[in-house]
């Protein structure tokens, strides 16, 4: 074979690397022709055969510089556009991202019953006979057509100070002595309308997905198999231990049903094989997921086992300066069981959104309702029980909110992966806050502090700061996207779902921040080639994206320089001649009811919110913003 020896003129031809679009790339080709091609190619204008030869390498080096440049960009979480490749950088980081999530309000829902005399006083009482249990799950909708299910049993005949029934006389009778009672509970609830699919399921296949395709997907409520077995979601498939919620009785733990009024629920820890997790589509749709193994058996070992240090080391040795294999901690051939020859039923709710935020005395209507009731009574007045069946809301539905945007997912992530599933930093406790599962209401804002930091108000004079509290003051969302306070559903459950990651010397009290809302007046100069309210009317988009709600915080202050040099730079400004806030306020007139002074709030600059944390909004960019324009 022969062999040719290569020239070193060829390597030491001077080739530059930082041309990255297609003119760079031309004008780097026909350089590089000039000067080391010149004999066989001189000819560069446009019409030469030859130069279209450069031209496609130029084309070629800009297509490829670009999907470079792409895939590099689409590597990282902060830079990252494509939705796909933003759901698998937040997965791998461990968050979630949420699709819609649900809106929570409290329901006050009543029933009549008859009376009777009390055998023991000869006087008029409550005939609990025929009080009724509303069954959890039973599902209510407003007048805007936004459905709602109660998350627990409506047990008229029981009242502690857990739940608390509230008995008043409906109705008296032509001797003037009651003839029917109301009786009155209020009821968690959760936006959303349930619904099932069925997957008949073949041979057994490892990891096995399937795909729910509805957009509005909140959350999986069960999956069973054909043998009625239940199926567990788990946040990743390593995770083999559950919390089930059971029903406090004797055949559950002998030991606790005395307690069952007061505790009617116990929560168990249960190990299982049969678990799922879930991943969203860039469609929206939601992926399900199953495990590898091939029966219910354990086949996998969680809980580390100390004999296995060192494992793996030569001759048995172990020394603490020798390295460890972390696998021996941690093992699992299988991650859960994969589902064969079945046939799976998936429940699970959709709807929610921005939109089932419903104004308060809306939810009147009763779409489905399941009563348990005492059988041995007249059946005509349980009929009349349960026609008598009325619900409301006092307060307005909040919590729910669309699918998050690619910048919250970005910056959700971030800020999850920083909490490391334990609340210690303040920062621990926002992440945590923002985090909570959509279905039990979505927080807008947080924001948290020491007990001892603010100034107590003057409605509370006699509060003492406690150093070791926390306070955390939240806001949420309106059907709008306005803000408003969290209502009690949706705090009861941020506080739930708190009490698991806090500290154990920590307390926390969970808040409303101030809303501030304001009005912007400005006046500009334009240069006299340019359209006055073309240029205007730029400046007032450019001021509405500024005060996006979704780009504040609570106590974030507004830089006045910050928005003159962004009205300055719209093109035709020539000069920012005013700028302006002033207190909107008032909930006659849709604003909140809190004052603030703008002028005194403003320091070099700088207009600060309150001392107790509070939140700027510009709650109608329409016509809260005032500009002018004219021409020198």
């Known amino acids: 074979m022969a062999y040719t020896k290569v020239s070193n003129k060829t390597q ?14 031309k004008n780097q080709l026909i350089d590089f022709t000039k000067t080391y091609f010149p004999d066989n190619f001189n000819d560069f204008s446009e019409g030469n055969p030859g130069m279209m030869f450069l031209e496609m390498a130029a084309y070629v080096g800009d297509v490829l510089s670009f999907y470079t440049d792409t895939q590099l960009r689409e590597s990282f979480l902060s830079s990252a556009q494509d939705r796909e490749n933003l ?9 979630r991202p949420k699709t819609t999530s649900a809106a929570s309000v409290n329901l006050d829902i009543s029933q009549l019953i008859p009376s009777k005399i009390s055998s023991d006083v000869n006087a008029y009482e409550p005939d609990y006979n025929y009080a009724l249990t509303i069954n959890k ?12 299910y109660i998350t627990k049993d409506v047990r008229f005949g029981y009242s502690s100070s857990f739940e608390p029934s509230s008995v008043s006389i409906y109705q008296y009778d032509s001797s003037n002595n009651p003839e029917y009672y109301l009786l009155k509970k209020t009821i968690p609830a959760i936006s959303g309308t349930t619904k099932t699919q069925s997957f008949i399921i073949g041979e057994i296949e490892k990891f096995k997905t399937i795909n729910l395709f509805d957009p509005d997907i909140i959350s999986i409520e069960s999956i069973t198999d054909s043998e009625g077995n239940s199926w567990t979601e788990v946040p990743y498939m390593a995770q083999d231990t559950i919390f089930e919620e059971v029903q406090n009785l004797g055949t559950n733990d002998p030991t606790l049903p005395q307690y069952n009024n007061q505790t009617p ?4 820890l249960k190990r299982t094989s049969k678990r799922f997790i879930t991943r969203i589509r860039p469609d929206q749709s939601v992926d399900i997921q199953f495990g590898a193994g091939t029966s219910g058996k354990s086949d996998e070992q969680i809980i580390p086992n100390p004999d296995n240090i060192g494992l793996g080391i030569k001759d048995g040795r172990t020394k603490l300066d020798t390295a460890y294999d972390p696998s021996n901690f941690l093992y699992t051939r299988a991650y859960g069981e994969a589902p064969s020859n079945t046939v799976l039923i ?7 959104g921005l939109q089932s935020n419903v ?28 026609s008598s069946i009325t619900v409301t809301n006092t307060q307005a539905a909040s919590g729910g909110g669309d699918g998050e945007t690619l910048e919250e997912i970005r910056m959700n992530t971030m800020a999850h992966f920083s909490a490391q599933q334990r609340t210690v930093t303040k920062d621990d406790y926002l992440v945590r806050t923002l985090s909570m599962p959509p279905q039990f209401g979505r927080v807008a804002k947080a924001f948290i502090t020491q007990d001892d930091q603010i100034s107590p108000l003057t409605t509370e004079p006699n509060r003492i700061p406690n150093p070791l509290a926390l306070n955390l003051y939240t806001l949420g969302y309106d059907s709008e996207k306005l803000l408003t306070t969290l209502n009690d559903a949706t705090k009861t459950n941020l506080a739930t779902y708190l009490e698991q990651y806090r500290m154990l010397t920590d307390a926390i009290n969970i808040k409303n921040a101030f809303i501030i809302n304001f009005g912007i007046e400005f006046e500009i100069t334009a ?4 359209n006055n309210q073309l240029v205007l009317l730029q400046c007032i988009t450019e001021l509405k994206d500024y005060f996006n709600i979704d780009k504040w915080q609570i106590n974030q202050p507004i830089i006045i320089s910050e928005l003159k040099n962004l009205i300055g730079g719209v093109d035709g400004v020539q000069t920012v ?6 207190n909107l306020s008032g909930v006659a007139q849709g604003y909140s009811q809190y004052k603030y002074g703008f002028t005194k709030a403003t320091r070099d600059g700088v207009i600060y919110p309150s001392m107790d944390p509070s939140i700027f909004e510009l709650k109608s960019p329409n016509a809260d913003i005032n500009g002018r324009v004219t021409t020198y």
């Open 12 to 25: 030491d031809k001077d080739i530059k690397y930082l041309s990255k679009d297609y003119n760079g790339f």
């Open 87 to 95: 759901y698998n950088l937040a997965y791998s980081m461990g968050y």
């Open 137 to 148: 799950n039973s599902i209510f909708s407003s007048t805007e057509g936004s459905s709602f």
């Open 265 to 268: 629920y116990l929560l168990k």
């Open 346 to 352: 998936v429940t699970y709710l959709v709807g929610g």
């Open 359 to 386: 104004n308060s005395n809306t939810i009147t209507q009763i779409e489905t309702l399941s009563t348990t009731n005492n059988p041995n009574q007249n059946a005509s007045m349980i009929n009349f029980a349960k």
């Open 527 to 530: 240069f006299k080639n340019y």
């Open 577 to 582: 001649e005013n700028l302006t806030f002033n």
